[in-house]
């Protein structure tokens, strides 16, 4: 099991980004303690963090720009391809891709014979890079890229040929909820209801939350769905979830979230005074 999350905000969105990535990071700790990491935009660049370990660490280490508008979020629990190898965690690249996925893949080695193509980093084995090559190949056909997957999968990713823009979708075997702003003016994803519900209330926010279809590709930018189109996703029963993975990381992240709130109250209550 892993653990996905992200959002995109319009330019006059007043969600805090910075804020935002902590809280969804946080949200989704106990799916994963073996690595954790983030991508966004930034200038026109995909800008790419991760680091061995769960997302209480991440937290300690990176701090997301105030200015991204959109990112992907990941913690991991390690299936194939080894966390001590920082290729293999997520986000992962694959040419122009960047992407987070939660699931797994059975036919990885064939997807990279079948487009003829290499690793994409010397050593890699993660089974996840399958997507992203394909859809690195796939010339802007994202069904057709995912339709060649075997296995489980929730995944998201970026496309530099494609700025402004990020990918969402979910095939059988794993979830995958996203949610919209009460004002329209963003959209928020994560792996479970729960975490969108932590979402709000650190936040101070109100979301319409509902789970992304199996068999569903959403296109998303500057926090509007702008897309919303089918693919026929493997259906195979015994892609099953696994248990949580890691809850001590997402009671130690949540409790971190508390009281760096309590402290935000106190500076607000000084300032008034």
Request: charged share 25%.
């Amino acid at each position: 099991m892993c653990g996905i999350a992200g959002f995109s905000f319009s330019e006059h969105c007043e969600i805090d980004p910075s804020l935002a990535s902590r809280v969804l990071l946080s949200s989704v700790a106990e799916r994963g303690a073996d690595a954790a990491g983030c991508a966004y935009e930034l200038d026109g660049q995909l800008v790419v963090e991760k680091q061995p370990g769960g997302a209480s660490r991440f937290l300690e280490d990176v701090t997301v720009p105030h200015t991204a508008r959109q990112l992907l979020l990941h913690v991991r629990d390690f299936t194939k391809g080894r966390p001590s190898l920082m290729a293999n965690n997520h986000p992962i690249r694959h040419g122009d891709v960047v992407g987070v996925h939660n699931g797994k893949i059975s036919n990885d080695e064939q997807i990279f014979t079948d487009l003829g193509r290499q690793r994409f980093e010397p050593g890699m084995t993660v089974d996840s890079e399958a997507i992203f090559a394909a859809l690195d190949d796939a010339d802007g056909d994202e069904a057709l890229a995912l339709e060649r997957l075997r296995g489980a999968l929730a995944c998201g990713w970026f496309d530099a040929r494609r700025p402004g823009q990020v990918f969402l979708a979910r095939g059988y075997g794993r979830p995958l909820w996203t949610a919209t702003t009460t004002r329209g003016d963003g959209v928020v994803w994560a792996s479970t209801l729960e975490a969108l519900e932590i979402a709000e209330d650190f936040l101070a926010i109100r979301l319409h939350k509902r789970p992304l279809a199996p068999g569903t590709i959403l296109q998303i930018s500057h926090g509007l769905i702008v897309d919303r189109r089918a693919f026929r996703a493997d259906t195979r029963a015994e892609w099953l979830l696994n248990p949580v993975a890691s809850p001590e990381e997402k009671r130690i992240a949540i409790a971190r979230l508390d009281e760096s709130r309590d402290e935000r109250r106190l500076e607000d209550g000084a300032r008034i005074a």
